[in-house]
């Protein structure tokens, strides 16, 4: 046995804090090393020759690196001592920077003397290892998409247009999410539908994917390239087959005009079978199980009217959800945000005083298709003084502690729209800070300024309430002089979705301290997860605009791509195996396993190597050991305890 | 240069198991951030907190480790499902045996999500001055001989 150990300079990053000369020269009394250097940057194109050439020079069996986190380097690692003949799976790492270096800027000596102990203990591991085999498997050709807003649909298209069966799974009846709600889009002013609803055509469009609205993911099992879904399609009592979208029963329900109609923030009302908004897509009716007369009692007059209504047959109020399987071999996940409720600040008087809304109501007051048709009106009347209060919920050490990204410019946006449509009207934007760091951005901040937008700014500190005055609504900011206000509009925060507890107990990906998805790496892989083949698509991982939106949406779909292109993956060698002299057939291993990967096979448990992921559970329940995982055995942490603690080796 | 480090005083040494998704995650991010904690610890990274045997931990006692640091994701966050609810039953009996030698306050499980860099450091830091406080294990040359 033959061991390289490398110790990585990492410019200064490691050998600012740990003597590098001094590890290097101490592993050299380790058992079984051969040689031991140190270097710049072990990474770099000729720290790897280094490498390979003294495993082919030395005949090296093993290989330890030291230096950054082997979440960071060890796949490059792995290939690097592969090519150059060893086994990738006799390689070993010891994290002295992330663990070290970095951690123990002021304690050089103690920091060296760690760094020594990581790589006897990295060492004494790898003396142990053994050559592991990669074994492929085939690729499902077909990817799910969870979520059906702009980062959805984006994802959909791009993985249907690479020729991949795409299923596009949305919670509520329509694709089309948040940002079918928005009126027009800053700083270019397009309309959002406009460029939305040809996208969404699309999607109904196309031979690849497979639309599956009113629906949610209930269960993912297997892993990258094999995962199997489960969706439940929620009873629409409707037959989708059938429905033309005539919105006959709509007109004909008892409920019409009556219930609340959430798409226009609950401004405007609906009916209890309806569609969320005119270019719905699927343009399919749906019956809301929590208000349909006849659902919730039995009987809705002699016979429910939309059943008379419908030409079509459509109506089926015995309807069930059902519950399909998906086969795919990547997971996008798209499923979007939530928008803060300002009601838990009371000093802003939402849902008390009713000259008080939120930036999403004003834009459906301000929308065409919303339930003034366009009009800014508050009780009636179009205001003549209109005060913007930014940041929400947002950048609150109590509460949501980021920057949410957008309010600056949906509030610039909105405070051009009054001005566009109500020309004397007075505009005051309480800001705390206004960030115009887009494309165009801060051009169209300095275009509403000079249409004659008073921005005030306050710190973020600063107290601020909205009293109700008669018909108006008084403005207190600390530092200025009150403001009596026909309209405020608060730019609430963007929060991840609410119901994300559920969300993430069926993905089991993490989140973060802002509760938004994590991606494994902030820079250098924002779209992973630390579940490889799921990826993350837009507002779930943190706020974006709709460019950064589609942008992180376009590089999910490649990424989920790639597998589903390759057409077969490798799978981790790294999984239990039994050894069989020693397993009883107790049958402990077969009950634990989270995988249902071990069996008893003629009273000796059995991996399926395919199923099995990895995690050595089954390991640390085994009573007599027969159950080990590959490159984490017993003996192998054992012999890391051991020599970590020795005061020789 | 003057080395700082007081080398007389009683410098613990602490095994740390660490799972790969969170808490190894977690301690990458108290480095990349610059949080600053005693160099005590020594990690063995396992893929799932469930890996760890409690044999592990008496074995790391009985060399003579002074304290035992077994962290995984929060309840409910275990990258293989429930993993982590299995260890915590396990440390839970092991400490009833722990308890009997004097040893159940040397043997800490903590749960360290990937974004909590800060925590690291902070559970670190923790533990050791409390493990400084209790002195060496006092098994340590008994086992010894
Ligand atoms: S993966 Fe972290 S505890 Fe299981």
């Known amino acids: ?649 | 240069m003057i080395e700082m480090d007081d080398k007389s005083d009683f410098e613990p040494k602490i095994i740390g198991f660490l799972c790969n998704w969170c808490s190894y995650a977690g301690a990458d991010l108290a480095g990349v951030s610059r949080f600053q904690y005693p160099a005590n610890v020594r990690v063995i990274r396992v893929m799932c907190s469930s890996r760890i045997d409690p044999q592990f931990v008496l074995k790391a006692l009985t060399e003579g480790a002074d304290g035992v640091l077994i962290a995984g994701c929060h309840p409910g966050d275990c990258h293989y499902i429930e993993g982590n609810y299995r260890t915590r039953r396990r440390i839970a009996a092991l400490d009833k045996i722990l308890e009997k030698y004097g040893l159940s306050d040397r043997v800490f499980l903590e749960w360290v999500s990937a974004s909590e860099g800060k925590r690291f450091a902070e559970v670190v830091t923790d533990i050791t001055n409390k493990l400084k406080e209790l002195g060496p294990n006092p098994h340590k040359a008994r086992w010894e001989i």
């Not at chain 1, 710049?40 to 280094?50: I, N, V």
């Not at chain 1, 027009?184 to 309309?191: G, I, L, R, S, V």
């Not at chain 1, 991606?519 to 507002?539: N, V, W, Y």
């Not at chain 1, 990967?597 to 190597?609: H, P, R, S, T």
């Open chain 1, 1 to 649: 046995m033959k061991i390289g150990v490398y110790v990585c300079e990492c410019g200064t990053n490691i050998s600012g804090t740990v003597d590098v000369a001094d590890v290097a020269e101490y592993a050299k009394s380790l058992p079984n090393v051969a040689v031991s250097k140190y270097y710049k940057y072990m990474c770099s194109d000729p720290g790897q020759l280094l490498i390979k050439d003294d495993i082919k020079e030395l005949g090296l069996t093993h290989v330890v690196v030291a230096s950054c986190s082997p979440r960071m380097h060890e796949p490059t690692f792995r290939t690097v001592v592969e090519e150059a003949g060893m086994n990738a799976y006799c390689f070993e790492m010891a994290n002295i920077r992330e663990h070290c270096s970095w951690a123990h800027m002021h304690e050089k000596f103690k920091a060296t003397e760690k760094a020594k102990d990581l790589v006897k203990m990295s060492v004494a591991k790898a003396a142990l290892l053994e050559p592991l085999e990669k074994k492929q498997v085939p690729v499902t050709p077909a990817a799910l998409v969870i979520g059906g807003g702009i980062a959805g649909i984006q994802t959909a298209l791009e993985i249907a247009e690479s020729g991949f069966k795409t299923y596009l799974v949305e919670s509520t009846p329509s694709i089309g999410g948040r940002m079918a709600q928005l009126d027009k889009t800053f700083p270019t002013m397009d309309c959002s539908a406009c460029i939305l609803t040809p996208k969404m055509v699309d999607v109904a469009r196309h031979p690849n994917i497979e639309l599956l609205t009113y629906s949610e993911v209930t269960g993912i099992d297997g892993y990258i390239g094999n995962f199997t879904v489960t969706v439940k399609k929620k009873a629409r009592y409707v037959d989708i087959e059938k429905c033309v979208g005539c919105g006959l029963c709509a007109e004909a329900c008892r409920l019409k005009d009556r219930v609340d109609d959430e798409f226009n923030e609950n401004l405007g009302k609906r009916s209890a079978i309806y569609v969320p908004f005119p270019q719905a897509v699927p343009l399919k009716y749906t019956i809301d199980p929590e208000k349909c007369i006849f659902l919730k009692t039995g009987k809705c007059g002699d016979s429910p009217p939309c059943v008379g209504a419908c030409a079509a047959d459509a109506i089926n109020h015995q309807q069930e959800d059902e519950i399909i399987e998906l086969d795919v071999g990547t997971i996008v996940v798209a499923t979007g945000f939530d928008l803060y409720d300002p009601s838990q600040k009371p000093e802003y008087g939402y849902g008390k005083i009713k000259n008080v809304i939120t930036g999403m109501e004003f834009e459906r007051l301000v929308s065409a298709s919303g339930p003034t048709e366009g009009h800014i009106e508050i009780n009636g009347k179009e205001p003549e003084k209109v005060v913007f209060i930014q940041c929400v919920g947002s950048r609150d050490k109590e509460g949501n502690e980021y920057c949410s990204r957008v309010c600056c410019m949906y509030t610039a946006k909105h405070a051009h729209l009054v001005r566009d449509k109500i020309p004397g009207a007075e505009v005051i934007v309480y800001n705390t800070d206004v960030r115009a760091y887009g494309k165009g951005f801060e051009e169209f901040y300095v275009r509403v300024m000079d249409e004659g937008v008073k921005y005030l700014r306050r710190e973020l500190d600063d107290q601020i309430e909205v009293v109700e005055n008669g018909d108006k609504a008084i403005v207190k900011a600390e530092g200025h002089p009150d403001i009596e206000a026909d309209l405020v509009v608060l730019a609430t925060a963007i929060e991840q979705k609410k119901d994300i507890a559920d969300i993430s107990k069926v993905l089991k990906i993490s989140r973060g301290a802002d509760n938004f998805f994590l991606e494994i790496h902030p820079k250098l892989r924002p779209m992973d997860t630390a579940t490889s083949g799921i990826f993350l698509g837009g507002c779930c991982q943190g706020p974006k605009d709709i460019p950064d939106t589609v942008a992180q949406a376009s590089g999910a779909a490649a990424k989920a791509t790639i597998p589903l292109a390759q057409g077969k993956i490798d799978l981790d060698p790294q999984t239990s195996f039994v050894i069989e002299n020693n397993c009883a057939g107790c049958g402990l291993c077969v009950e634990a396993c989270p995988y249902s990967a071990i069996e008893l096979m003629d009273g000796k448990a059995e991996v399926n190597e395919a199923l099995c992921r990895g995690c050595g559970l089954c390991s640390a329940t085994c009573r007599s050991g027969a159950i080990q995982l590959k490159g984490l055995t017993d003996h192998q942490l054992i012999s890391m305890i051991k020599s970590s603690l020795s005061e020789v080796f």
